[in-house]
Nanobody
Framework: VQLQASGGGLVQAGGSLRLSCAAS????????VGWFRQAPGKEREFVAT????????RYADSVKGRFTISSDKAKNTVYLQMNSLKPEDTAVYHC??????????????????WGQGTQVTVSS
């Protein structure tokens, strides 16, 4: 499966963006799809994951209540709606897939097929 992230941009603090992760090549029915982010000089950080079949979700504490992950099966796409953005949300956002169990979803080593990232910049 190939993944392509898009939708990043420059936004002021308090604003919103919606990222898209479009999948091609095969069905996502056996996967969960996750979003991670990486700021310069920092490690890749878990943001959110959704199981394609069933819709179970998991969020990092830092984004709970502000970000929402969802899926559109007709478009084979996972979205990350980001509201109330903060300067500390600035990073390159990547999507990837995992076949791991729920308790492993926060670990980037459990994921593969990383898509090219999309830059999100939040100005203060």
């Amino acid at each position: 499966v190939q993944l392509q992230a898009s939708g990043g941009g420059l936004v002021q603090a308090g604003g919103s963006l919606r990222l898209s992760c479009a999948a091609s090549g095969r069905t996502l029915s056996n996967y969960a799809v996750g979003w991670f982010r990486q700021a310069p000089g920092k490690e890749r950080e878990f943001v959110a994951t959704i199981r394609w079949s069933g819709g179970n979700t998991r969020y990092a504490d830092s984004v709970k209540g502000r970000f929402t992950i969802s899926s559109d099966k007709a478009k084979n796409t996972v979205y990350l709606q980001m509201n109330s953005l903060k300067p500390e949300d600035t990073a390159v956002y990547h999507c990837a897939v995992t076949t791991g169990i729920f308790s492993s979803w926060a670990f980037p080593t459990q994921y593969r097929n990383w898509g090219q990232g999309t830059q999100v910049t939040v100005s203060s």
